[in-house]
C-alpha cells in the first residue's frame, strides 16, 4: 500500500520561513513527479510547485513564485517545500500527491488535482502577523 506523510507545517510568524516535507513509502521520488497543493478555508484547492520525474525540472504557480521552492531527496525519498517571507495569504493547508505516471505527458508535472494520485495527509500551515 503507497503511503505519503507529510510533516512539517505550523505556526509561522510573518516574514517566517517553513520547510513542509512529503515522504514516500513505496515509490522512489525521482520516478514519479511530485506536486504540492495549498487549500485556505472557503477557496478551491490549487497548485503551488512541483518536480517533474524525468529531469526534475520544477514549476511553480504565479502567486508563489520567487517564495517557495520545491526539491527532492531521492535517498530520503522526500520532497521539500521551501517557503520564505511567508504572509498571512500563505495560510492554508497544505498537500503534496504522486503525479500520474501512466497519464498522458506524465514527462512532466502538473497543476491538474485529477493528475495526482495518493495524496499526503495535508498539513496546516498558519501564517501570524
Known amino acids: 500500500q503507497v503511503q505519503v506523510v507529510q510533516s512539517g507545517g505550523g505556526l509561522v510568524q510573518s516574514g517566517g520561513s517553513l520547510r513542509l516535507s512529503c515522504t514516500a513509502s513505496?515509490?522512489?521520488?525521482?520516478?514519479?513527479?511530485v506536486g504540492w497543493f495549498r487549500q485556505a478555508t472557503g477557496k478551491e484547492r490549487e497548485g503551488v510547485a512541483c518536480i517533474s520525474k524525468s529531469d526534475g525540472s520544477t514549476y511553480y504557480t504565479d502567486p508563489v513564485k520567487g517564495r517557495f521552492t520545491i526539491s527532492r531527496d531521492t535517498n530520503k525519498r522526500t520532497v521539500y517545500l521551501q517557503g520564505n517571507n511567508l504572509q498571512r495569504e500563505h495560510t492554508a493547508v497544505y498537500y503534496c500527491a504522486e503525479d500520474n505516471p501512466y497519464r498522458p505527458s506524465a514527462e512532466r508535472c502538473s497543476f491538474l488535482w485529477g493528475d495526482y494520485r495518493h495524496w499526503g495527509q495535508g498539513t496546516q500551515v498558519t501564517v501570524s502577523s
Open positions: 513505496a515509490f522512489a521520488v525521482d520516478s514519479v513527479g
